[in-house]
Nanobody, 126 residues
Framework: QVQLVESGGDSVQTGGSLRLSCVAS????????MAWFRQAPGKEREVVAF????????AYADSVKGRFTISQDNAKNTLTLQMNSLKPEDTALYYC???????????????????WGQGTQVTVSS
């Protein structure tokens, strides 16, 4: 099975930057549809960014477009989320997710993904 382990979450001031990493095992990230989700207390989980190496294709939620960048290091089998210009509303538990073949017909829902990491906490203060 696929295992995903996130790291890089921290506390940062408004306007700061963080880089989150997700190390995958059991499957190549280059052959999976990968995504970052986040969930704040009392709110539902929402997609942040999506990446599929083989097209390639990337996509972002409107709330993070222009500030966050998703990428992969295939040699390290790692998915990365570079977060810049952070805002308090970015505070959440961030999850890495993977969709293995046969792929889902969509990419922006929690139910589209087969495997999940345990999450890494990002806290942005003013």
């Amino acid at each position: 099975q696929v295992q995903l382990v996130e790291s890089g979450g921290d506390s940062v001031q408004t306007g700061g930057s963080l880089r989150l990493s997700c190390v995958a095992s059991g499957y190549q990230v280059s052959s999976m549809r990968m995504a970052w989700f986040r969930q704040a207390p009392g709110k539902e989980r929402e997609v942040v960014a999506f990446f599929y190496y083989r097209l390639p294709m990337s996509a972002y939620a409107d709330s993070v477009k222009g500030r966050f960048t998703i990428s992969q290091d295939n040699a390290k089998n790692t998915l990365t989320l570079q977060m810049n210009s952070l805002k308090p509303e970015d505070t959440a538990l961030y999850y890495c997710a993977a969709d293995v073949p046969p792929f889902s017909t969509k990419w922006d829902r929690e139910s589209d993904y087969d495997y999940w990491g345990q999450g890494t906490q990002v806290t942005v203060s003013s």
